[in-house]
Nanobody, 130 residues
Framework: QVRLVESGGGLVQAGGSLRLSCAAS???????????MGWFRQAPGKEREVVAA????????YYEDSVKGRFTISRDNAKALVNLQMNSLKPEDTAVYYC????????????????????WGQGTQVTVSS
């Protein structure tokens, strides 16, 4: 069973930066590079939405429009880690951030739909004060 553990959330002022990390394990004989990875967020009263996603190879990425140019997703397949560097944070970025994984044999496939991801972490709170 794939296990995902997020870290790095916290409280930051508007304009500040945070770096989220997601440590993955439990691939049952498969390699981490076979998993498309995504970061999602959910604010109170809102639906869960994609923030960014990255293909298994790391060559392809996807960003939600509101975070383009501010957030960067990356992965280290040797360490089974996925990171989300968040710069120029805004109060509207406040949410619980979730790491998610989707097994995909196409290592250059990237997916932004919530329903396509089968494995989820517990989430980490990000709060941006104005």
């Amino acid at each position: 069973q794939v296990r995902l553990v997020e870290s790095g959330g916290g409280l930051v002022q508007a304009g500040g930066s945070l770096r989220l990390s997601c440590a993955a394990s439990g691939f049952s004989g498969r390699t981490f590079s076979m998993y498309t990875m995504g970061w999602f967020r959910q604010a109170p009263g809102k639906e869960r939405e994609v923030v960014a996603a990255i293909s298994g190879s790391g060559r392809r990425t996807y960003y939600e429009d509101s975070v383009k140019g501010r957030f960067t997703i990356s992965r280290d397949n040797a360490k089974a880690l996925v990171n989300l560097q968040m710069n120029s944070l805004k109060p509207e970025d406040t949410a619980v951030y979730y790491c998610a994984a989707d097994l995909n044999y196409d290592v250059d496939y990237v997916e932004g739909r919530v329903g396509q991801y089968h494995y989820w972490g517990q989430g980490t709170q990000v709060t941006v004060s104005s």
